[in-house]
């Protein structure tokens, strides 16, 4: 890691202990690994708002982003679902309850879910693109009274790569939450839709009106629909992205993450609309 270290608080960059505490099997590649940070005092600093990550790491192996999954008003954990795709996230996966991890954070923006209160919220994801989601979900569930209507568009490429499925029915039956589920390719058994998550965000129709729409997921799903929900006629402002580009210090230093005059890292992950037209990078 290239980093100026006069020029950035060292402590920010020291990664502290955790323990698993729990892992959950959501597909044949991604876990939920529920972790207690070891320190007391580690454990009070460590507060975060939904849409903010970590970069969690594996001592010899290397580190990796990973948003926070589980919501603020959950204290007493902290939840990442982790897809295996390489070195660090296949060590990742080889860890069981009551393994070690390291972890530092929690970095980036976060959802402003504050400035959210009393309107309608569309969530629009695509395979482990709901975990960023997830957080604010819980978040706005656990603090229902404070929000409008939920509707949850949500899709993978096959029943069996849906995340968080032991929570769709929790979901379901909460008050004015309505979840739409969609996968790619049906498998034997199958009785819900196929078809893609803009094919479903479109039928579905959200109103615009006093709503915020969150979406995130593979690229080419999210450039579909911010097109759709624009035409649908939600305004700039009212569609929020997070991204998902490399990053490697997580903290604005190394210049890994930038887009434009932007760090995704520090400025971001969580974009609207407005400010993603006006750095107009390849994101
Ligand atoms: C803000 C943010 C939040 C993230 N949240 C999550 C999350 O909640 N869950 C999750 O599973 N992943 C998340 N990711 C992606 C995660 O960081 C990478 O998948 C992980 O670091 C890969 O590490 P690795 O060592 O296992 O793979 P590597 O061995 O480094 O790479 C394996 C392959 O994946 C590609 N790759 C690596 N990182 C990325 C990336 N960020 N985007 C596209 N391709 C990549 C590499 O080019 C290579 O082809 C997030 C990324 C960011 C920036
Ligand atoms: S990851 Fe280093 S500047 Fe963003």
Redesign the pocket.
């Known amino acids: 890691m290239t980093i100026n270290a006069s020029s950035v608080k060292t402590s920010i960059l020291v990664p502290i202990s955790a323990t698993l505490i729990n892992v959950i099997n959501e597909t044949s590649d991604?876990k939920t690994f529920r972790i207690k940070i070891d320190d007391a005092k580690h454990r009070g600093e460590f507060t975060y708002k939904p849409g903010q990550?970590a970069e969690l790491s594996i001592l010899g192996?290397?580190?990796?982003?990973?948003?926070?999954?589980s919501t603020p008003t959950r204290p007493d954990y902290l939840e990442?679902?982790?897809?295996?795709?390489?070195?660090?996230?296949?060590?990742?996966h080889t860890l069981v309850s009551g393994d070690k991890i390291a972890l530092r954070g929690p970095?980036?923006n976060g959802f402003p879910v504050e400035h959210w209160k009393g309107k309608n919220l569309i969530f629009v994801a695509g395979g482990?693109g709901l975990?960023?989601l997830r957080s604010v979900i819980n978040y706005v569930l656990d603090n229902r009274d404070d929000y409008g209507r939920i509707q949850l568009i949500y899709g993978a490429r096959s029943p069996q790569d849906l995340v968080f499925r032991r929570e769709y029915d929790i979901w379901r039956e909460a008050r004015d939450f309505n979840l739409e589920i969609t996968v790619d390719c049906a498998s034997e058994g199958w009785m819900g839709r196929v078809g893609f998550v803009p094919a479903l965000l479109k039928e579905a129709a959200p109103s615009p009106e006093n709503a915020i729409a969150l979406t995130c997921g593979p690229p080419v799903m999210i450039k579909f629909v911010l097109q759709d929900l624009v035409s649908m006629g939600f305004k700039s402002n009212q569609i929020i992205t997070?991204?998902?580009?490399?990053?490697q210090c997580g903290v604005g230093q190394c210049g890994r993450?930038n887009i434009g005059p932007k760090y995704?890292?520090k400025d971001?992950?969580v974009f609207t609309l407005t400010e993603l037209n006006k750095i107009k990078g390849d994101f």
Not at 61 to 69: L, N, P
Not at 242 to 247: A, G, I, Q
């Open positions: 991604v990550f192996v290397g580190e990796s982003t990973i948003s926070i999954t990442f679902s982790i897809k295996r795709i390489g070195l660090v996230t296949e060590a990742i970095y980036g482990i975990a960023p997070t991204l998902e580009s490399k990053m993450c995704i890292c971001g992950p």
